[in-house]
Nanobody, 116 residues
Framework: QVQLVESGGGLVQAGGSLRLSCAAS????????MAWYRQVPGKPRELVAG???????TYADSAKGRFTISRDDAKNTLYLQMNSLKPEDTAVYYC??????????WGQGTKVTVSS
């Protein structure tokens, strides 16, 4: 059972930066897909950025040019570098992993608050 633990959220002023981390409890071989999602109350969870096993990446339009997803496989950790943060980026951010077998794993979430 893979466990994902996010960290790095917090309160930041608009224009600032944060780096989120997602530590996996075990080495994730043959990664199918890992991603960061976010959710605000009353709205569905939305994809922010994702990466595949071959390290191709995808970004939501709102994240392009500001956020960067990366992995350190030696540390079993997924990152999301968020720059030029806006108040509308305020949300709970979740780490997600889909195994090659098609099983989905979610972290508990880390809250990001961007003040104007």
């Amino acid at each position: 059972q893979v466990q994902l633990v996010e960290s790095g959220g917090g309160l930041v002023q608009a224009g600032g930066s944060l780096r989120l981390s997602c530590a996996a409890s075990e080495r994730l071989f043959n990664i199918y897909f890992m991603a960061w999602y976010r959710q605000v109350p009353g709205k569905p969870r939305e994809l922010v950025a994702g990466t595949t096993g071959i390290s191709s990446t995808t970004y939501a339009d709102s994240a392009k040019g500001r956020f960067t997803i990366s992995r350190d496989d030696a540390k079993n950790t997924l990152y999301l570098q968020m720059n030029s943060l806006k108040p509308e980026d305020t949300a709970v951010y979740y780490c997600y992993y889909r195994s090659p077998a098609g099983r989905d794993y979610w972290g508990q979430g880390t809250k990001v608050t961007v003040s104007s």
